[in-house]
């Protein structure tokens, strides 16, 4: 299974031409077999925050472009696992709670993490796409 990182997630949907081929395959390919794309709970958080600061200009009303997105994509829980292991990461990843929560996710799932972010792709903690 594979689970985006925010940015990516906003990209797929808004501005699709910004992923890479590989990232656009992958995506592709788990669509094609059915299988659910994941996304963590605090995905859901940075575009509700992003679209209250105006940084991101979405399709709908806030709400519903949420509301959207949780029917159509696999929302996973934030277990005290998987919050054990966000707050163990330790360097060279980033500190940003958000991506230790996406990549404590991916780990305690066993997914790959599709992300453009250099720091968690040179971090090597997840398996990554891009």
Known sequence: MILLDTHVLLWLLL????????ASAAI???????????ISPITLVEIARLAARGRVQ?????RAFLAKIESDF???????????IAGQLADPFPGDPADRIIAA??????????????RIRRSAVV???W
Not at 15 to 22: C, D, F, H, V
Not at 58 to 62: D, F, G, M, T, V
Not at 74 to 84: C, F, K, L, P, R
Not at 106 to 113: D, I, K, P, Q, S
């Open 28 to 38: 592709t390919r788990t669509l094609r077999t059915g299988e659910a794309i994941a």
């Open 105 to 118: 996710t991916a780990l305690t799932e066993g997914m790959t993490v599709i992300t453009a972010d250099e």
């Open 15 to 22: 501005e699709p031409e910004k992923l890479s081929q590989e």
């Open 127 to 129: 398996k990554t796409i």
């Open 74 to 84: 696999s929302v996973h829980t934030i277990t005290a696992e998987i919050a054990y």
């Open 58 to 62: 979405l399709s709908r009303p806030a």
